[in-house]
């Protein structure tokens, strides 16, 4: 089964930018997802890719200033975030989806990161 492993996260300010990575140990022939929990919270959708990365789908909490990539030559996806916001402060998680189809139920993602840890400071 694959590993993923996220990294990329950490402190920032509002109106900063960062970029998460989840390398795959292997190829994966998925749609992939990321997820994010702040603490106190349930863990939230926040963008979709899939596996062509012709098809991506975003929150709209994150609409417009995040974008989420792929390069399956590299078994990497990444999540580009910009305008950051204290709101986005969370642990990011990357998945995989267990078909082909892109979707934002928790349920259908079955091969998760440990998570990276982002903060947004005011």
């Known amino acids: 089964q694959v590993q993923l492993v996220e990294s990329g996260g950490g402190l920032g300010k509002a109106g900063d930018s960062l970029r998460l990575s989840c390398a795959a140990s292997g190829r994966t022939f998925s749609s992939m997802g990321w997820f994010r929990q702040a603490p106190g919270k349930e863990r939230e959708f926040v963008a979709g890719?899939?596996?062509?990365?012709?098809?991506?789908d975003y929150a709209d909490s994150v609409k417009g200033r995040f974008t989420i990539s792929r390069d399956n030559a590299k078994n990497t996806m990444y999540l580009q975030m910009n305008s950051l916001k204290p709101e986005d402060t969370a642990v990011y998680y990357c998945a995989v989806h267990y078909t082909a189809a892109l979707s934002r139920r928790i349920d259908d993602y079955v091969v998760w990161g440990q998570g990276t840890q982002v903060t947004v400071s005011s």
């Open positions: 890719i899939s596996f062509n990365g012709g098809i991506r």
